[in-house]
């Protein structure tokens, strides 16, 4: 997810049915512009070189336990043109997740550190001195735990994954200028060293000390390893 606003501009967006590197290319209305939906960059047109800002979101989750969270939501009504509502449910790139094809453009992709179609969470943060880090912490992780400590690049980090709603979440995990360590407790709550319990899935306090307090979003991506490794070679993978 990224913001429209740009340079003080709002531009908006459609998808060009192009794909670079085996990925969808949206383009601007105003300047025709290409832009990759994986870096947020315009890679081709008056806008060249340009930088959508990423905006912290939830890659995906399941209805029930988004709503359960956030009862005020409003929904998007898409509308139906040639169609039957139930047909939105269906997943028309079924096939291919369940294949080891990793693409369109036949390219061989020789980062074997993980397997092409493992599923991972790409983090990237600013460290001190502007250097941009990455690092892919593999779904697999996520088994017996909820919750992974980790530090990139300077920055303290928690990083969420339900396997059963697949939320995810990444927070800065620190408060008040003080880093903390997480302890997965049960469902979308965990709690920290000083005793206080966090909702995951909104990233606020809701007892104990910090209670009230609410925790800073990090934008994330779930993504399969090929194309997370295909964009951003430099990337570091997490270990347990």
Do not use: C
């Amino acid at each position: 997810m990224y913001s429209r606003d740009l340079d003080g501009k709002t531009y908006t967006f459609g998808v060009s049915g192009k794909l670079w590197r085996d990925a969808l290319l949206m383009y601007d209305h105003q300047t025709r512009s290409l832009w990759s939906h994986i870096t947020g960059e315009a890679i081709q047109g008056p806008l060249r070189g340009k930088q959508l800002t990423p905006l912290a979101s939830m890659p995906q989750i399941a209805w029930k336990t988004w709503q359960q969270n956030y009862p005020e939501t409003e929904v998007l009504s898409v509308p139906i043109i040639g169609g039957t509502r139930e047909g939105l449910s269906r997943d028309n790139y079924a096939d291919y997740h369940a294949s080891q094809r990793t693409g369109v453009s036949g390219t061989e992709y020789t980062d074997d550190r993980l397997p092409n179609k493992g599923l991972v969470i790409g983090v990237q943060v600013k460290a001190q001195g502007g250097n941009t880090q990455f690092r892919a912490y593999p779904i697999t992780h996520f088994t017996e735990t909820a919750v992974v400590n980790d530090t990139l690049g300077s920055v303290p980090l928690l990083i969420f994954h339900d396997k059963t709603s697949f939320a995810t979440t990444v927070y800065k995990r620190v408060v008040e200028g003080q880093p903390l360590t997480f302890k997965h407790e049960d469902d979308y709550f965990a709690q920290d060293d000083s005793g206080t319990q966090w909702n995951l899935i909104t990233g606020a306090a809701t007892s104990g000390t910090y209670n009230g307090t609410r925790l800073e979003r990090v934008p994330a991506v779930n993504i399969y390893w090929f194309a997370w490794a295909r964009y951003y070679p430099q990337t570091t993978i997490y270990l347990e």
